[in-house]
């Protein structure tokens, strides 16, 4: 009888099972010729699956292992916001606290941010590595470490706008937190994150790299391929919390588990992190703090990618399904989150609804179409936007198709609506209800004299570099230190584009070049004054 009984037991344990999903078709480009990846499922509760593909080290024959350890890039910032969370319930700061009560070194520009907006990417805070980039020096260049990013952050005399009025990506506010962490509590982020979170979760493999020289066994190096072969990518600076997670799959799954039952903190922590913020207006957005909350065909996810170096990375939870996958990189060239989803998509199948292409439910007109394309330029920022033909349709140059809604709207993949009007101008609208004006405007070919007025020498504080513009037959180009050039293109009158980004030659009222500015995704209107004896009037 006891037997019988055992038997049945073990029985209803096996049919309780769940199945691991096979993943080898998924991975089966990452060899023993190549880095690759390692990927882990949680299923229904149960972790099913950590397994590696793919080499760990190239020169010395290592394979990744489902315990190998990554870089986890920005999938490291919801860590960092739940220690900020953590020092909340302790008494010791207030989300809604603005950052200068903190941080009195940060420059009267900052003076309206806040430390909620810093966590949701709504503070306007220039991106500090992509200013250094626009010095010369990017990341993984130099050894940066947070007093670095602090001095940087500290000479900035203007936000890419004003505190909560819109969403930009930046780096700056995590680094800023990992900095809060450590004043408020007395210890670095590293040991407090380790003692409040990583300890008690079990995540033993995950550390931060708030050291680049450590030896840290078990770790995966990082890879870019070139066009003769895999070269080393590894990033090499002490600054942590926007990124710098050192980690492996089922430590990641460890912690995913913490959007459903929280063991750190409680069910307040839990909802503090994962409720999309809002602007100053009260429009929603869908980012909370570390994460976005989306949905996923139909299904409620908790997700965050990562990149840093030749690191990629992808995390993405579904709580409600007690499921999660987390995807890790050591190849450049590898797409986390490619992979990620055709796992879920496995994971998940019998759960999810049909995905659903985007089509047009409206046929342009050749004449409907030409009212589209064109050349425009972002009202508040200047960057241009060229529109082009696409068949029948139209197409953001170099980037995704829109498809047609109506006559004069079109709609991109990302869900932005974009509404002509009769100005010749085009409103695009986000999800979240937010705008922004584009206005259409002439293309420009200027001649070498037209662009001699522009040679000079411009300087910005801010970043404490200086660019020489220079006239080299019929072009401009850029001299920045030690021994780059940068070509410019004409794009509209006085704008040009370059590896920079958007360059912008702004004039005095008596028609005199003032200065210019840089713009890029996480960096808007940087600005360089010209050199007093550089500045000449236009030619007439």
């Not at 099972?17 to 949680?42: K, L, M, N, Q, Y």
């Not at 990375?313 to 990189?329: E, G, I, M, R």
């Not at 411009?458 to 021994?483: C, K, W």
Request: glycine share 8%; with cysteine; charged share 20%.
């Amino acid at each position: 009888m006891l037997l019988a009984t055992t038997l049945f037991a073990v029985g209803l344990q096996a049919a309780a099972a769940v199945a691991a999903p096979d993943v080898s078709a998924i991975f089966r480009d990452w060899t023993v010729a190549t880095p690759g990846c390692a990927v882990g499922v949680e299923r229904e509760g149960q972790i099913v699956l950590e397994q590696g593909f793919g080499m760990a080290d190239l020169e010395r024959g290592i394979v990744n292992k489902g315990d190998t350890i990554f870089e986890a890039g920005s999938v490291s910032k919801q860590f960092t916001a739940a220690a900020v969370l953590l020092l909340v319930r302790d008494g010791k700061l207030s989300l809604d606290d603005p950052i200068r009560k903190h941080m009195p070194e940060l420059p009267d520009s900052a003076a309206a941010v806040t430390v909620r907006q810093m966590l949701q990417h709504t503070s306007g805070l220039r991106d500090w590595g992509s200013l250094q980039g626009i010095a010369g020096w990017p990341r993984t260049t130099r050894a940066y470490t947070h007093g670095h990013v602090l001095d940087i952050l500290s000479r900035q005399t203007a936000l890419n706008f004003p505190a909560g009025t819109r969403w930009s990506y930046s780096n700056s506010g995590y680094n800023l937190a990992a900095m809060l962490v450590q004043r408020l509590s007395g210890q670095t982020l590293a040991d407090f994150s380790r003692e409040r979170i990583f300890n008690p979760l079990g995540m033993t493999r995950t550390s931060w790299r708030d050291d680049h020289t450590r030896v840290v066994p078990g770790r995966a190096l990082a890879y870019s391929r070139e066009s003769d072969g895999y070269h080393l990518d590894m990033p090499f600076e002490n600054v942590y919390g926007n990124g710098g997670l050192l980690t492996t799959v089922g430590d990641l799954l460890r912690w995913a588990r913490q959007f459903r039952e929280p063991v750190i903190g409680d069910r307040e922590f839990l909802t503090a992190q994962i409720t999309p913020g809002r602007f100053a207006d009260g429009r929603v957005h869908d980012y909370g703090l570390g994460v976005w909350v989306r949905q996923y065909r139909g299904v409620r996810e908790v997700r965050h990618s990562g990149s840093t170096a030749g690191y990629r990375a992808y995390l993405t939870t579904f709580p409600d399904q007690s499921s999660t996958v987390a995807v890790l990189c050591n190849a450049a060239n590898a797409s986390a989150e490619n992979l990620t989803y055709r796992v879920v998509d496995q994971v998940l199948s019998s759960r999810l609804q049909p995905a659903t292409p985007l089509t047009a439910t409206h046929a342009l007109t050749s004449a409907e179409r030409d009212a589209f394309v064109g050349l425009y330029r972002d009202r508040d920022t200047g960057v241009p936007q060229p529109l082009v033909a696409d068949g029948a349709g139209v197409r953001i140059d170099r980037g995704a198709a829109l498809v047609a809604r109506g006559s004069r709207e079109l709609q991109a993949p990302n869900g932005d609506r974009w509404t002509l009007d009769g100005n010749a101008r085009i409103t695009i609208t986000d999800t979240f209800g937010g705008t922004r004006l584009l206005e259409r405007v002439q293309a420009w070919s200027p001649s070498a004299d037209a662009l001699r007025v522009f040679a000079g020498r411009y300087a910005s504080d801010e970043i404490e570099t200086e660019l020489v513009v220079a006239l080299n037959g019929s072009a401009l180009e850029i001299h920045r230190r030690p021994d780059d050039v940068i070509a410019l293109t004409p794009v509209y009158e006085n704008v040009f584009t370059g590896r920079l980004g958007t360059v912008i030659f702004r004039r005095d009222a008596t028609g005199r070049i003032s200065d210019l500015t840089v713009s890029q995704d996480r960096v808007w209107a940087l600005s360089f004054r010209a050199a007093a004896a550089q500045a000449t009037r236009p030619r007439r």
